[in-house]
């Protein structure tokens, strides 16, 4: 098994595979990842171990030594964890401070404030896009579902009139904005430019969530109308502190990372040229690591300390962040491994070689295949990982835009129709008091709404830019 980086793999001194060649490779993929669906959803398995094992899988079945298979994936899951790892940290830790310091809580209570009536699903879109920007989507679900919960006890709203919105809010930010994981390795594995994958996210995630939020929600709330369970709302972390940041500084700190990373993509566009000042300086400031970390330090200075922490709780608030994204990481460097066992196999060139006879977009397999994946495994991040490490030759030829609308194509396909396969389809039933039947018609509807918007927007702009 030839080590090649996906930039050899496009290049056109690599030989054509046979069609004996595809034929092997192809079902070495199908079998390597139906080992992995297999043992995440018949044994139960955690999906870091069935990653592993089913990247050994797929080495086995396409033919190659064990130990080149093991060298392959281990240097994909080191490259993965280098390239986002930071990124992900730094991100839990902002989201940590968020939740523990009550500053989501007053941009949730200054929002709501100012809404009523029918502009509160509006209202609670707006809220849960803001909030998922940091957040992890089971973190922003915990956050957001006491706030929903009371909104509709005290309102007298239908559950769903303002779950739906807030659900749709926070599943887009996590599918198709970074500094999510699932978009951050997907622009990693297929070189895309993360600036202007993030402004073009934000384009098509706009459009997105007032489809799948407040519009849909009306058709949700008459198809399923149930009201706010009351052993669910749990107490908000902010009901225990004296005092806590203001709307203007809590807002500021969350956006900050936002602008930085969207000003340089704009100084790129403007300036174009690597040498000039003006553009080092923002190639700097602008880069995710260089942004987060901004963001976090002024965070103790805007949201912690406002709300009365320490010095000796800052450090425990960033002890307590961390421990839960061990899981993550694994399981995201795991996908790291897995995508480069695909490459080193040469099933990226396969992939080249078989669908440039294709009339079918680029941008649409990537979709077909992220979808598939999802529907396997029930997992948006192991969806794009997997889909990014089949699919990155196809960006070789591609601009910046439309290697960054490959992500996001991606992204859109990594939500489909979640149902008993995905952690996030218990999480929402069991915290709306829903039947399985009742949750597949609300939540899994609506995914599937995110996913097929995203991805026609995602091929509309193709066709523009």
């Known amino acids: 098994m030839t080590r090649l ?23 070495a993929v199908l079998a390597g990842i139906a080992v992995i669906v297999l043992l995440i959803t018949q044994f139960k398995l955690h999906a870091f171990l069935a990653l592993t094992i089913g990247s050994l899988a797929l080495g086995a079945f396409a033919g190659a030594p064990l130990d080149e298979a093991i060298a392959s994936f281990t240097t994909g899951l080191g490259a ?54 940091p957040l992890f989507f089971e973190v922003g679900v915990v ?56 402004a073009l996210g934000v384009l098509i995630a706009i459009p997105t969530v007032v489809v799948a939020g407040p519009l849909f929600s009306r058709v949700a709330a008459r198809w399923v109308d149930v009201p706010a369970p009351d052993r669910m709302i749990p107490q908000r972390p902010s009901e225990d502190l004296e005092k806590r ?19 340089k993509a704009l100084v790129d566009i403007v300036v174009d040229d690597p040498e000039h000042t003006v553009q080092r300086v923002f190639d700097v ?6 942004a987060l970390l901004t963001a976090v330090l002024v965070g103790i200075f805007t949201l912690l300390r406002p709300a009365g922490f320490a010095k000796d709780r800052v450090s425990g608030l960033v002890e307590k962040g961390l421990a839960p994204i061990a899981g993550i990481l694994l399981i995201v460097g795991a996908g790291g491994g897995f995508k480069q066992t695909l490459i080193d196999c040469g ?28 529907l396997a495994t029930g997992s948006a991040t192991v969806a794009t990982i997997s889909a ?64 097929v918007v995203a991805g026609g927007l995602v091929l509309l702009l193709s066709l523009v830019i």
Request: hydrophobic letters at 55%; charged letters at 10%.
């Open 388 to 451: 990014a490490g089949l699919v990155a030759p196809l960006a070789a030829d591609m601009s910046t835009t439309h290697t960054a609308l490959l992500v996001l194509a991606i992204g859109a396909g990594s939500l489909f129709f979640s149902h008993v396969n995905d952690a996030g389809f218990w999480l929402v039933k069991e915290y709306f008091g829903l039947t399985v039947g009742q949750n597949i018609k609300t939540w899994s509807v609506m995914e599937t709404i995110i996913s």
């Open 5 to 27: 980086s996906v930039e050899m793999l496009a290049a056109d001194t690599v030989e054509p595979i046979t069609s004996a060649g595809h034929a092997q490779l192809g079902i």
């Open 245 to 263: 940041p203001g709307f203007g500084a809590t807002l500021a700190t969350i956006l900050l990372p936002v602008v930085l990373m969207l000003s």
């Open 285 to 290: 400031v602008g880069s995710p690591l260089i």
């Open 80 to 133: 993965t964890v280098a390239g986002v790892g930071v990124l992900i940290a730094l991100g839990a830790i902002l989201g940590k401070m968020l939740a523990d310091s009550g500053g989501a809580d007053q941009i949730v209570d200054t929002i709501l404030a100012k809404a009523g009536g029918r502009s509160m699903p509006w209202a609670m879109v707006l809220i849960a896009s803001v909030i998922g920007l």
């Open 347 to 374: 099933v990226g060139q396969m992939v080249l070689d078989i669908s440039k006879d294709w009339s079918i977009p680029a941008l649409l397999l990537a979709w077909l295949i992220a979808v598939t994946i999802r």
């Open 143 to 198: 956050l957001l579902i006491p706030v929903v919960l009371m909104v509709a006890k005290r309102g007298n709203y239908s559950l769903m009139r303002i779950g739906i919105p807030a659900l749709a809010g926070l599943s887009v930010m996590h599918g198709l904005v970074p500094p999510h994981p699932g978009p951050l390795v997907a622009i990693d594995a297929v070189g895309a430019n993360l600036g202007v994958t993030l």
